[in-house]
């Protein structure tokens, strides 16, 4: 059985690059050690492979079906293999040990997550809500909230979501109509609907515990109206809550999550005779979108790990492939009748592996160095170290959620290349894994989403100070790259001039005073500057390897070389056609097309 994930590259980037052993130095990890988290990152392996992995095309082929009654039928190996799940106490691990937790450090709870991610994407999306949910209640939410909810979730009994867009408004969130009203009991009645609901609907647990974005009179209008409500499926006492399940989203991937339509208050469960779903509120009236944030943001690193995920069990499949099956000569074998050659062999062959190599393993370090800005983030002492480390970690976020998507998408391409004709079909599985990870550069905000929020948001916050800190980070790569010559020196002169670049494109764009022209391509400098970083992060690892001899240590060098060489020097034309302020998309007349 072929691994779907490197264990070896995860133990360096974990212990080798990021010290993540040094973390038990702090008092919220004190009682962990190497050995703890050995035996997690072991277990989490053993359980995907044996319980995750064997389901994923049944879960792909035999969808969830919504029966006439309004339940959800689906295959049992999910409910068997979640089950294993909670009953390791995995979804528990980074909560507190008050609550049942391991206190694990977010770094090596990600990388734990990545096995499942990589293995089984659609049963892997129940659990990934439910701690995200949990986190947020656990957060913002009150004692009898945490209690009520928190707990129940983090044993395995209840699942959670987060119910944000509607059919209408997609993700402009200051056009939902979903309403909420206040019963001066403690509780509120909502009504609306919810679309595109991931695990909205299920028969998996006793309860499904749904994060709900709605509008109480007088918030005013737009965003600034919203507040959030847990809205269960089941209330405390037992009875169903007006929650109903209308219809079930058919997507091309991640077929064994079911997607759903979901109408609150509409009468079909009606409670105490009233209309409207019974919610209660999380933290304050009209703050709703701030607390949310807490979870998208949480979701966003999470979906960028899933793409790495699937791009990386792609290129371990194609991998595997390519050493194995046998197909042509060498360009220079003249006799017909030699033994044809592995695909390995094949120098264009090799430029895909690289390709995808560089694109999986640089993800991979972008995802969990921005796992540990939140362990630093959550755990230091210094406030000054805290509040750099949040600005950078906003400032990383739409990058770690948006590059993995595309550019982890495109090693899913590849990986089908490797497969030639074989791999468009079903009979093998890195067709599934494109499908899976097409996703991911919709969900939780889109490529457009993204470079709007890392352009116009993100790059100029506090007077460009995430800015500048990132460039701290890289001249700090920079100069010890520079001091180790060789590659590396000729490398981090690359990385320090295409960094400047990106500064005085991004002083130009904000030099015009109008913002239309300023953010018209913002997916281009998303995808200029998700590069840089990516280069960053292979500069990091080249440092990391230097000294250090064997297979794996050359691969890593290789990897690196390949992104400079081939990847890095396309930033160059993006950031000449960002300089030019060109109008092109700004210029074209809807009538035109």
């Not at 064994?256 to 979901?262: C, E, K, Q, S, V």
């Not at 290129?315 to 360009?331: D, F, H, I, W």
């Amino acid at each position: 059985m072929t691994d779907v994930l490197s264990r070896r590259d995860l133990d360096f980037l974990l212990y080798e690059w990021l010290d993540v052993e040094s973390l038990t130095a702090r008092k919220r990890f004190a009682e962990h050690s190497k050995d703890t988290f050995d035996a997690v990152l072991d277990l989490c392996a053993d359980i995907a492979h044996k319980h995750f992995e064997p389901h994923n095309k049944l879960s792909d082929s035999v969808e969830p079906k919504m029966r006439p009654d309004g339940t959800v039928e689906m295959i049992d190996e999910v409910k068997a293999a979640l089950d294993i799940y909670a009953a390791a106490g995995l979804i528990a691990g980074q909560f507190d040990e008050s609550l049942g937790g391991m206190q694990l450090p977010t770094t090596v709870a990600r990388g734990a997550m990545a096995w499942f991610q990589a293995a089984n994407a659609s049963t892997s999306a129940y659990p990934f809500l439910t701690m995200a949910n949990a986190n947020l209640i656990a957060t913002y939410g009150t004692s009898t909230q945490i209690d009520d909810y928190v707990r129940p979730m983090l044993e395995g009994r209840y699942f959670g979501t987060m119910c944000l867009s509607e059919p209408q408004a997609g993700s402009s969130l200051a056009d939902i109509t979903t309403r909420a009203v206040n019963r001066g009991d403690g509780s509120y009645r909502i009504s609306g609907t919810k679309m595109w609901i991931s695990a909205g609907d299920h028969e998996l647990t006793e309860n499904i515990v749904h994060l709900v974005l709605a509008k109480v009179a007088g918030g005013g209008a737009g965003v600034k109206g919203i507040s959030l409500f847990i809205v269960p499926k089941v209330l405390p006492d037992g009875i169903r809550n007006d929650v109903t399940l209308v219809g079930l989203n058919h997507k091309m991937g991640n077929r064994g999550t079911t997607n759903t339509l979901l109408e609150f208050g509409d009468g079909t469960h009606s409670v105490a005779g009233e209309s409207g779903a019974v919610g209660y509120l999380v933290g304050e009236e009209h703050r709703g979108l701030s607390y949310m944030f807490h979870m998208m943001n949480e979701a966003r690193i999470g979906v960028g790990f899933l793409a790495i995920s699937l791009g990386y069990v792609g290129y371990m499949k194609s991998l595997e492939y390519a050493k194995v099956r046998t197909q042509g000569r060498p360009l220079g074998a003249k006799d017909p009748s030699s033994p044809p050659v592995a695909l390995i062999e094949h120098a264009d062959v090799r430029r895909m592996l690289l390709a995808q190599k560089s694109y999986v393993e640089g993800a991979l370090a972008l995802g969990l160095y921005c796992s540990r800005l939140v362990d630093e983030q959550d755990t230091t002492e210094d406030d000054r170290l805290r509040a750099d480390t949040t600005l950078l970690l906003d400032l990383l976020t739409p990058i770690a959620k948006s590059w993995p998507s595309q550019w982890c998408l495109e090693a899913n391409n590849l990986a089908i290349q490797v497969h030639g004709g074989y791999g468009y079909t079903r009979d093998y599985d890195v067709e599934q894994y494109y499908r899976d990870n097409r996703l991911n550069p919709i969900h939780e905000g889109t490529h457009g989403i993204q470079g709007l929020d890392l352009l116009g948001r993100k790059v100029t916050m506090h007077g460009g100070a995430a800015l500048e800190l990132l460039g701290s980070r890289i001249a700090d790569t920079v100069q010890r790259a520079l001091e180790l010559g060789s590659d590396a020196a000729q490398y981090s002169v690359q990385l320090e001039t295409s960094w400047s670049d990106v500064l005085a494109v991004t002083a130009t764009l904000w030099s015009t005073g109008e913002p239309d022209v300023a953010l018209a391509n913002s997916s281009v400098y998303l995808e200029a500057m998700g590069h840089i970083v990516i280069a960053w992060m292979w500069l990091e690892q080249l440092t990391a390897v230097h000294g250090k001899s064997g297979h794996f240590y050359d691969g890593k060098r290789q990897a690196a070389r390949y992104f400079f060489v081939y990847e890095l020097p396309k930033v160059a034309p993006q950031l000449d056609l960002l300089s030019s302020l060109d109008r092109t998309t700004l210029d074209m007349d809807p009538a035109w097309f």
